[in-house]
């Protein structure tokens, strides 16, 4: 195997493809990247078992070939080249780089030894402008789960009906966030792993161009700009928004969101490093006081709200607060609650197609 292409070329191709490769396993083809050079251009593709991620982009071919290569010192090193011609090519010596006047060489697998991955699934699909599916995947991955205590809330639940529904939670705090469906096709709901939806919306763009998504047997695939992304979905049963999501509420309050993270970001400062990260919002009919006290002082400003209800006091983390509060979009945000253990919610003031509900911490002080 042999290949020319510029080095920003290849480094761009590598970093995207290596987010695939995993980090601790026993066996070490998966920690690399396998390099195929055909016809008119080279693939790269990595996987760990449960993402695998592929680029093609073109080259220089003189001689057609493959082999896998370790990811992380292969990206490393190329990454140091973005601004060279850069020559590939096997040898005895394992893969050798060219590049300027010089050539560095790094070890290889055979590419035999590479599991065999399935590009080609198309059972069923469903179609949503990119721009769309960009924003509700940043609207939601952040609350799911990042432990394996129950791993099936390290992925969103994706439901198809008139619109494309998008729910994720961690057992503290869920994330709800809706888009129109262009098209689908056989698909009611899956569960995705919140890594590859995160890798999904790197590959978009904020266009209204439209991507189609295909589903199989429990995998997922992608393509768009010469990358293909298939993923294993999770299975089993999902919680159920409706379940958990409050219908009433006796205290209501809207105020500006910008004034709001700002306070809780202050507030914030002085419980850093706490369990419970804690903050305390007081509504009192003219207002929302926030509050935080540590060992190393205290911190209680107002922000102006309008409030319907009853008066409240509440406490809960800040950071799931702020997480809430930025992924909204609006001037001014409603924020609903039922009493000082309720689980509570934040919306929009006007357009209601996302919402996070956060539980409130017992111990409020």
């Not at 480094?11 to 987010?19: D, G, N, P, T």
């Not at 990206?75 to 394992?94: M, N």
Request: aromatic residues 6%.
């Amino acid at each position: 195997m042999k290949f020319v292409l510029d080095g920003l070329t290849l480094s761009e191709a590598v970093l995207k493809v290596s987010k695939a490769c995993a980090v601790r396993t026993t066996v070490p083809v998966m920690e690399c990247i396998k390099v195929s050079a055909f016809g008119e251009s080279v693939s790269l593709l990595a996987t760990d078992g449960e993402i695998s991620i592929e680029k093609t982009v073109k080259a220089e071919i003189f001689e057609e070939g493959e082999i896998c290569v370790p990811g992380k010192l292969f990206t490393d090193f190329i990454g140091k080249l973005s601004g060279e011609e850069v020559s590939v090519a096997t040898g005895e010596r394992g893969l050798e780089i060219g590049y300027r006047d010089s050539v560095s060489v790094l070890q290889t697998i055979d590419a035999e030894e590479f599991p065999k991955i399935d590009l080609e699934i198309g059972e069923m699909n469903f179609t949503v402008k990119q721009s769309g599916l960009k924003r509700i995947i940043g609207e939601t991955i952040f609350c799911c789960a990042q432990d394996d205590s129950r791993p099936i809330l390290k992925g969103c639940l994706m439901e198809f009906g008139p619109t494309l529904e998008m729910v994720a939670l961690d057992g503290y705090r869920l994330a709800y966030s809706s888009e129109e469906i262009v098209a689908k096709n056989g698909v009611n709901s899956i569960i995705c792993p919140a890594r590859t939806l995160g890798e999904i919306a790197r590959m978009l763009s904020d266009s209204d161009d439209e991507i189609t998504l295909y589903t199989q047997g429990g995998m997922l695939m992608v393509k768009s700009g010469g990358m293909v992304i298939v993923s294993r979905l999770y299975q089993g049963d999902f919680i159920k928004k409706e379940n958990v999501i409050p219908s009433r509420f006796t205290t209501v309050v809207t105020l500006s969101r910008a004034e709001l993270i700002s306070s809780v970001e202050r507030a914030a400062i002085l419980i850093r490093g706490d369990k419970n990260n804690l903050i305390t919002l007081d509504m009192n009919g003219s207002g929302v006081k926030i509050s935080s006290v540590s060992e190393y002082g205290n911190v209680a400003e107002s922000v102006e709200a309008v409030q319907e209800g009853m008066d409240l006091t509440i406490s809960m983390n800040a950071k799931y607060l702020l997480d809430s509060l930025k992924a909204l979009t609006e001037e001014k945000v409603s924020i609903s609650f039922n009493g000082p253990i309720s689980p509570f919610i934040l919306q929009n003031e006007d357009k209601k197609g996302s919402l996070y509900l956060i539980l409130p911490v017992r111990n409020a002080q």
